[in-house]
């Protein structure tokens, strides 16, 4: 998705109210308004400078229209010029401003909240790369370009963007709303709800989008009609669906908690596999072959004896199915045996790399968080039935591609290795989430299947919101159920604790490696021993 700066917002807002003196449609903007900034001869009726306090002609929140008398800006005209510039000599309108600025721009609730949350995150956003160092560092313009074009930048603007979510107070903001003519109270909102307004916004994402767009118009109308018809039903109407939107949200992000701590046990899963195929992969594979060929060979034995005089060809196809499934169970292990014998990483590792900072490590968990929330939602079946095409499969099919959608979500490689003092060593990757989507998204596409990624309350009326929200509780609380049975079951793995003790104690290791000789000693005798038996019916 491409990111729409505020400064074109800015320079857009500013254009749109000239260019109305140049047309006779009615205006949003007050009559006096209109009078007191109009078009004088060839000049503009407001410019770049207007926005300073110490202009001439300085804009207003005039007293006739409502509000104090007082300038838009708490800053001078020279600095004021420069909210608008794309070099590195830009400035940032301090939130206040932003507001003010907004309200002389007649723009509603919704689209002001916009403006404001926009205004700030670009600050935050910005400031914290690297890049920018006013008058010195790299312009705004093309650091803006950057996120929009270079992949990791654009990690960098996203994992930017869920850490301002994650850091954002939302009680300032509401005070900021509330000291200003009571904005968000007169809009129906207190402080629990106005809150839950801004997740809304940032789940559709809306912070990438121009403030004059339809995508923050069609958000604005729909938060309207939630409003509307809270306050259209009884006091109990309103405290009902208000809880149940606190619940909704509360299990929504205890699901994407649940899914987060699921994809870092199968992590840490992995780690122990790959560790243990480290260490003892070649008897493992060994005995795997040996127990591969036992298996086909008494499969061999059994239709030899059932079917006296059956010809090589036909045994051969009898036993082609399984023979086909064993391979490639072999070849998948032999793979992983060589990814772990070339994946040791050097000890010295553990000594090296920059550590990640508390703030940067909320950073990432967050972005993975939502990523992990995402993929959940695209591969869950409760979520895949709205699709029409995914509805007319059948259940064999359904089945077939939930495990091609489950095995996207298997660890890769290049995720496990990393040295206990190392982030990734206990999560997954950014990065490894991102392959794994871009995956999911693909099977999908290829599947002519599209997910609805919108967390919007459903329903025309106080009452049918109520009634989708109950039901939706229903299904998350069963989602996260299912979520923490299917954790708890990963943690609890005999098998997976089992290899974890005995990588732990090295004289249990020597103890092993001695069983596995005696096992594959073994079953090389009785691989030979069915090996004759079938010699004897004339079979090679």
């Not at 949350?117 to 010195?136: A, C, I, N, Q, W």
């Not at 495990?403 to 490894?432: Q, T």
């Not at 989507?437 to 309350?457: F, G, P, T």
């Not at 090389?524 to 090996?531: A, F, P, S, W, Y």
Request: with cysteine; glycine share 4%; hydrophobic share 35%.
């Amino acid at each position: 998705m491409t990111y729409a700066n505020f400064v074109k917002d800015l320079k857009d807002r500013l254009t749109e109210y000239n260019d109305s003196f140049k047309s006779d449609t009615e205006s949003r903007y007050p009559k006096r308004q209109r009078e007191v900034w109009a078009p004088s001869g060839r000049c503009q009726a407001i410019t770049q400078s207007t926005f300073g306090y110490d202009h001439e002609n300085c804009l207003r929140l005039l007293e006739e229209c409502g509000y104090d008398g007082a300038p838009v800006s708490s800053q001078k005209a020279n600095t004021t010029r420069r909210w608008f510039e794309d070099s590195n000599g830009h400035i940032f309108p301090p939130r206040k401003d932003a507001l003010r600025v907004g309200l002389f721009f007649c723009l509603d609730f919704y689209t002001l909240l916009h403006w404001v949350l926009k205004s700030d995150f670009e600050e935050y956003l910005v400031k914290g790369d690297e890049r920018f160092s006013p008058g010195t560092g790299q312009s705004l313009l093309n650091i803006i370009v950057s996120y929009n074009e270079e992949p990791s930048w654009q990690n960098y603007f996203q994992d930017t963007l869920a850490a301002y979510q994650h850091q954002l107070d939302r009680e300032s903001l509401f005070t900021l709303f509330e000291r200003h003519w009571h904005l968000a109270s007169t809009a129906g909102y207190n402080r629990d709800n106005f809150s839950t307004l801004i997740e809304d916004l940032f789940m559709e994402n809306l912070l990438c989008y121009p403030n004059n767009s339809e995508k923050i118009k069609n958000f604005g109308d729909y938060q309207k009609k939630v409003i509307e018809q809270a306050q259209a039903g009884t006091r109990e109407d309103q405290d009902a669906l208000w809880r149940n939107r606190c619940v909704w949200q509360t299990l929504l992000d205890e699901l994407d908690t649940t899914y987060v701590d699921i994809e870092n046990a199968r992590l840490k899963n992995a780690e122990v596999d790959q560790a243990y195929l480290r260490r003892f992969g070649p008897a493992i594979i060994q005995q795997t072959e040996l127990e591969t060929e036992i298996r086909l060979s008494d499969l061999r034995l059994f239709y030899l004896r059932k079917e006296p005089g059956i010809t090589e060809e036909e045994l051969d196809e009898k036993i082609r199915d399984t023979q086909q499934k064993l391979e490639r169970d072999m070849a998948d292990l032999k793979l992983r045996g060589a990814k772990a014998q070339g994946s040791v990483l050097v000890q010295a590792w553990s000594d090296f790399g920059v550590p990640m900072e508390p703030e940067d490590l909320d950073k990432e968990k967050e972005q993975c968080k939502r990523e992990i929330r995402e993929i959940r939602k695209m591969v869950h079946p409760d979520v895949l039935m709205h699709d029409p095409v995914y509805a007319k499969l059948n259940d064999e099919q359904k089945k077939e591609l939930e495990e091609i959608m489950l095995e996207a979500l298997k660890i890769n490689p290049s995720e496990l290795g990393y040295p206990p003092n190392f982030a990734y060593h206990d999560m997954r990757s950014l990065e490894g989430l991102r392959q794994v989507r871009r995956k999911v998204e693909a099977i999908l596409k290829v599947n002519n299947i599209q997910v609805d990624l919108k967390y919007e309350i459903q329903g025309e009326t106080i009452h049918e919101q109520i009634a989708w929200l109950n039901e939706e509780i229903t299904l998350l609380e069963n989602r996260l159920n299912a979520a923490k049975g299917q954790l708890a079951a990963m943690l609890a793995d005999k098998n997976v604790k089992s290899k974890r003790r005995l990588l732990d104690d090295k004289e249990k290791q020597a103890e092993f490696e001695q069983q596995m000789e005696e096992k594959i000693k073994s079953l090389t005798i009785e691989r030979d021993q069915l090996l004759e038996e079938i010699s004897a019916f004339g079979i090679g």
